[in-house]
């Protein structure tokens, strides 16, 4: 359940980011003592007393209308991932409290497997909400080597991120591709903060990286469902990929990422000599080992 403590967090982040130019404000002479609005700007531009944005900043969003929200959405300038979590963490703030419960991790159905043996041009994985991967067709088992150890399951993406320094030589722009990682994983906890399994990735995550738990607490919130990202392949070299997240319907609780490169460039062909490699490589890999 999110606390006043994550509330206030947000909105102070969002406040702080803001500069009255952007905001339309009018700025007077004086040396300002914050980096972006005061609370009586943000007040201000949503048409509520300064008393009032004050005891919502600090978490307290008992009696607070939806009408007042979306003023917040217009005054702060908040994108729609941004919008989604205020009115996430404003439900979980004032709805009645709820126990962490383990949700059953989704499997990959056979439709969905067979579905990804089909694209075997295309580099495709199957991920669920922790990013867990639960399936993979053979060139997205060869484009990601270090998520498919050996004889063992395949790796959490975002325990990779943190805590495998592998990660760090694979992508290039490492710190952007982890900061979206935690930006993604701090939405999810706002539309479900009693889901037992992301709490504990995200405990485990805080405890041993520095750098999540210092992003995780500045609140930053996107969705990543489409993309450009470069990798450094340990065999066929640097790569640069368009991502692309599909969700599937009838397999709730999995979406498929696919990844292509720009046709008749380097990342092309280095993409076409995975795929000369896992030519014999038929079937599609689903993680049976999580229920």
Do not use: C
């Not at 905001?23 to 531009?45: D, H, I, S, W, Y």
């Not at 439709?111 to 994985?125: F, I, S």
């Not at 004889?151 to 982890?178: K, M, V």
């Amino acid at each position: 359940m999110s606390t006043p403590n994550d509330v206030q967090q947000f909105l102070t982040a969002l406040r702080a980011r803001l500069t009255p130019e952007k905001a339309g404000l009018t700025v007077f002479g004086g040396e300002r003592r914050v980096p972006g609005l005061r609370r009586e700007e943000v007040a201000q531009l949503a048409g509520v007393s300064t008393a009032y944005y004050t005891r919502m900043e600090r978490g307290d969003l008992s009696g607070v209308s939806e009408s007042v929200l979306f003023a917040l959405v217009r005054a702060l300038q908040l994108d729609e991932a941004e919008s989604a979590h205020l009115f996430d963490l404003s439900r979980a703030a004032t709805g009645p409290r709820r126990e962490l419960r383990t949700k059953p991790e989704p499997r990959l159905s056979p439709l969905v497997a067979q579905l990804l043996d089909t694209m075997r041009d295309v580099p495709a994985l199957a991920m669920n909400r922790i990013t867990n991967v639960a399936g993979s067709n053979a060139l997205g088992r060869a484009l990601f080597p270090d998520l498919f150890p050996p004889h063992a399951p395949p790796l959490n993406s975002a325990r990779y991120l943190f805590l495998d320094e592998r990660s760090h030589s694979f992508y290039p722009d490492w710190e952007t591709t982890a900061r979206e990682a935690v930006s993604a994983l701090r939405l999810l906890a706002g539309q479900d903060p009693t889901d037992r399994a992301l709490m504990a990735l995200v405990g485990e995550l805080a405890t041993r990286s520095a750098d999540f738990r210092t992003w995780w607490g500045g609140h930053a919130v996107r969705t990543h469902n489409t993309g450009n990202k470069r990798i450094n392949h340990p065999v066929v070299g640097e790569m640069t990929l368009a991502y692309e997240t599909l969700t599937v319907p009838s397999n709730s609780g999995i979406v498929i990422a696919t990844y292509l490169t720009e046709p008749s460039s380097p990342s092309a062909d280095a993409l076409d000599l995975l795929r000369s490699w896992t030519a014999p490589s038929l079937g599609v890999t689903r993680d049976t080992t999580r229920q």
